[in-house]
């Protein structure tokens, strides 16, 4: 081959791959992929999250995040993140890598007795995609798994297995998205869609609808009502499936969004009807929604309601079969009749069991607009039928025996079969059938001693939580229907039940509602549907308004709240969390959605202020009389704690250590009086330090600082003089110092690299400020304000310790002045008592100074020009107050308590 046409081929070679790079970049790659259009159509549910961070603090929150981990498939899914991290030598590396993408989760139905998921899961970078390399590359390598790949249909997948187990993965990446399962068929599923991209996803439904995009939204889920009784057989019994599918059948399919707070998980979103002629839906069509008035009548013991709001019932009944017996014949007229005066509301319910080897007791109720007809059509229907005249009295209701086979789903339609010749009994305006005297029997014994619905204030509140008007309602009681689960599941399910127990009764209260259109009869009409897990709100504390035009909220305490609201930053949010403890010395830890998220009982008030761990453990280090705590994120005693004082001791203050990479912190207790005592987290007492006991009066809580890997504990006396100490409690060089005058607060710290280049500043009672070294040596004095006999002056730093200002109090007068000197606020109170004082840096021109009456419980705050906010102060019954600035909204919230409340209120500073 000649030299020019070798370089011609080259070129031309060249050319086509620019023009196939081209062609992608522009035509292919500028398309996104509908991960919609991914799934295969035999999808169940189908789950989509995008703020995976937010959504495990919100799973953390609500307390499920504890009941899922302990679900064997979720313990399995944890075993392999685990296996991620160590392999990528990072922490949360999976967390991280989900961010903020939209992933897509698929449960299929695989097998007679099985199901399987799908995942889908988008590649953002080419360093995401070098991960993801690099992570199978690791698993490759480890004698433990196997990695294979093969081609199908023109993709390539990768299936990853544990030798062990033979357990695994199979994925493959299109377009950046990877896609992947432990059962390769649904992967195969997904290539052999790809081959026709015409055809519509299991979202076309909905694909003007983004959930997502709305504020609060977790996740999303979409439903194949469908499909729904075959992933049904998959834990139940055969003979459960006619009412799965009767009650599947109002809607075909449906999308909810996902919101997690406090004592309930809300989905909402619409359904679209089903439109095959023997639905549900085609017999409820056009009949009004109505409300549950039948609480009256519901017995606390019921596990299971099916309840039905329509106008007359004959729109359920069937058409009657052209053969039938002599008695159904000559019956037929009454039950016509009767049938006529039922209607607004019908019920199947089924009361809980003591045993699971018990069969439930089931119930048909029904609504009676005429119940004197009713009797007497009922007592005409047993003469005919040729029933014992006899009854049994339960209080005053009076119980008999129909005689008719199957008389519910003649009156009622074939969602209430099964019957046999029920029992009935008429309680007010309801009429009541049960398969046996016995269930009535159970039945009434409840209605008769009021253990009803109604007159119950948790399930009044449930009630009152649901949709006022629906066309059906499933309303489940987990806790009553445990046994009846048990009973009606396949025998290869029930280990499983009963080993995650605590996640299916986390929420006893579960109400699944379908609201119809007001325009029903227009194409596209869709039911709105909402469906409500919730457990009753036995919390300290209920959300209400704060008033008719604040902004923001309030968390009414049964108990007034003796704490000032400690910030927690939140990751992931632009409110913080909130800490407070009521007057019962419970510590409360409110999240940012204002929800109580946990509480703590403690042995006495905190003392000082709540510091977070060090080490990124999210826990609480805070100190009470006796003892010293340390609670983790959950609000739970880490291991060692509560560490016990001596008995002699009373807390006064805590002073915890900064991070520097020990295994232990330091815990500095102040005693009371003058006496110091120093600890570490693994209970561990320094002997230097049982007590340190100081001459005078402490001026402020002691500071531990670490300076060149050294621990240095600074303490300032009352009468002026500052000592150092180490971590053995021996005095460094050139202390104790005296600043020439008394101290009442304490300092303002440089950190340096070196004991000399740290320097320190505090404020005399003659208004001097004072910055020394830790050499011992006076660096500067300099005079902030004049003082009298009377004036009190203190060092108020900001709250990341990065500036501080003097505060001058002389009488009734208050005055604010920089670190420079600079007068930047005076106000003359009316109270002449100590004022507290705080200062708050957000950055340049974004600064606060809150100053606190106590006598008429009024917070005034300031802006960083000295002017009031809001032009009038804020009402407060403690002395402080939590003020957080969110950059993005430029907005601050502040936190106050109110009494029993605490109050956050969103301000507009300048």
Known sequence: MSHKLLVFLLGLLLVSALGSYIYYRRVVASVPVDAWALVPDDAVFVAATRDHATLVRHLKETQLWDNLTAVRYFQQVEEHVTLVDSLTGTRNAVLRFLGTKKVLTSVHVTGPQAFDVLFQVPIGSVREYRQVRTLVDGLGRDPRYQVLSRDYQGEQLTNVRERATEQGVTFFNYRNRLIMSANADLVEAVVRRLQHPGLPSVAADFQ?????????????????????????????????????????????????????????????????????????????????????????????RSAIVVHLGLGPVQVLRSVRPAAADSLSLRTAPLVDSLAAGLMQEVALCYLATPSARTKPARLALAYCANPARTAVLLGQLRRLSGASPAFERVGPYQLYQTGVPDLPARLLGPMFTGFGPPAVVQVGDYVAFGEDAEALRLWLTDVVAGEVWSRSPTQVAFLQETQPLARMRVLIDTRNSWNVLLRALVEERRAGLLRNET?????????????????????????????????????????????????????????PLTSAPTLVPVIGTRVAGVVVQDDQQVLHYVTPDNVVAWSDSLPGPV??????????????????????????????????????????????????????????????????????????????????????QMEFGLAAPPHYLVVGGRDVIVVLLDNGY???????????????????????????VESGPTLRRTRLSVITQHGERVSFNLSGDIVERSRVATWSRNSVFQLIPDQNQRDYVVAREDGGRLSLFGATGRLLLSQRFVTSGPKSVQYLNFGPARRAYVLTEPGPRKAYIYDSQGRLVGGQPFDSSLPTVGLDYDSSTNTYQLYRVIGNELRRTALKMN
């Open 722 to 748: 500052v000592y150092a100490y180490d971590e053995q409690g021996s005095v460094y060089p050139g202390f104790p110092i005296s600043m020439g005058a008394r101290l009442h607060s304490g300092a303002f």
């Open 607 to 692: 003392v000082g202020r709540i510091s977070r761990a060090a080490g990124g453990s999210g826990g609480y280090l805070f100190a009470t009389p006796t003892q010293i705590h340390a609670l983790d994120e959950s609000g739970r005693e880490q291991p060692n704690f509560p560490l016990n004082l001596p008995d002699s001791v009373r807390a006064t203050s805590l002073t915890v250590s900064p991070g520097s990479g020990r295994t232990a912190a330091r815990l500095l207790v102040g005693g009371g009086g003058s006496n110091l005592f120093l600890y570490d987290t693994n209970g561990r007492a320094y002997p230097g330090w049982q007590p340190k």
């Open 503 to 559: 996640l299916f009764k986390r929420f006893p209260q579960i109400a699944l509602q379908f609201v119809p259109a007001t325009n029903e009869g227009e194409p596209g009409a869709q039911y709105f549907t909402q469906l409500v897990l919730r457990h009753p709100a036995i919390g300290p504390a209920v959300a209400k308004p704060q008033s008719a035009n604040g902004t923001g909220g309030a968390l009414a305490f049964k108990t």
């Open 208 to 300: 003007s609808t983004d959930f997502l995009q709305l504020k609060d939204v977790d996740a999303t889920l979409l439903i194949n009502y469908r499909r729904l009784p075959q992933f049904m057989s998959v834990f139940f019994r055969a003979d459960s499936g006619p009412d799965l599918a009767a009650v599947s059948s109002l809607a075909r399919n449906g999308q909810f969004e996902m919101k997690l707070a406090g004592n309930k998980v809300v989905f909402n979103g619409f359904a679209n009807p089903e439109p095959a002629r023997d639905a549900l839906h085609q017999r409820l069509r056009q009949q009004p929604a109505q409300r549950l008035r039948m609480a009256d009548v519901l017995s606390l």
